[in-house]
Antibody
Framework: EVQLVQSAAEVKKPGESLKISCRGSGYSFPSYWIAWLRQAPGRGLEWMAV????????KYNPSFQGQVTISAHKSSGTVYLQWSSLKASDTAIYYC??????????????WGQGTLVTVSS | EIVLTQSPDTLSLSPGESATLSCRAS???????LAWYQQKPGQAPRLLIYAASSRATGIPDRFSGSGSGTVFTLRISRLEPGDFAQYYC?????????FGPGTEVDI
């Protein structure tokens, strides 16, 4: 079964760093794009970035460029999303997702379960 | 970026009825690269329709999509209790990918 399993919920303070993860299984991990999406209260769903694990080709939404970093570790089948300095406005559920046609810009048919990130002093 | 608007905000219906949800784009969605998702509380979105009218794996034919250009529609026939949820459209013709604000289908 194709699955994306995300890391557990996090509670952080403003200014702290964070790295969350998404592990793929049941398919050839390096050969499929993986995206991160954000769902914040009152802001709906937002596409943040996408990566091709085999060569780490990445594309970012300009709204998130410079705010987060997407990366991949091929051998462990894991994609990461990291922040160097969190803000309260980063509070949201973060999903990783795999595209249906394996394009960098695509719809998503496989989703992780979501990681809730809470940033509060 | 392409801005998607969805209407209505909320659709109040009963089981057995049909639902028609609309998604309008601020500019042409080339290739009809538009998808529809269903999301229930506490769950990740579930892909229903991609390429405007292609059903995703395992989606019943009660769900159908249509449209092109800037106007797209999701129809749900014979509503079942499990269909009452939030529905989002998403375009993937142009970066950045964008989503509509959603339509809630409730009882």
């Amino acid at each position: 079964e194709v699955q994306l399993v995300q890391s557990a919920a996090e509670v952080k303070k403003p200014g702290e760093s964070l790295k969350i993860s998404c592990r793929g299984s049941g398919y050839s991990f390096p050969s499929y794009w993986i995206a991160w999406l954000r769902q914040a209260p009152g802001r709906g769903l937002e596409w943040m970035a996408v990566i091709f694990p085999d060569d780490s080709d990445t594309k970012y939404n300009p709204s998130f460029q410079g705010q987060v970093t997407i990366s991949a570790h091929k051998s462990s089948g894991t994609v990461y999303l990291q922040w160097s300095s969190l803000k309260a406005s980063d509070t949201a559920i973060y999903y990783c997702a795999r595209p249906v046609n394996n394009w960098s810009l695509d719809a998503f048919d496989i989703w992780g379960q979501g990681t809730l990130v809470t940033v509060s002093s | 970026e392409i801005v998607l608007t969805q209407s209505p905000d909320t659709l109040s219906l009963s089981p057995g009825e049909s639902a028609t949800l609309s998604c309008r784009a601020s500019q042409n969605v080339s290739g009809s690269f538009l998808a529809w998702y269903q999301q229930k509380p506490g769950q990740a979105p579930r892909l229903l329709i991609y390429a405007a009218s292609s059903r995703a794996t395992g989606i019943p034919d009660r769900f159908s999509g249509s449209g092109s250009g800037t106007v797209f529609t999701l129809r749900i026939s014979r509503l079942e209790p499990g269909d009452f949820a939030q529905y989002y459209c998403q375009q993937y013709s142009t970066s950045p990918l964008t989503f509509g604000p959603g339509t809630e289908v409730d009882i």
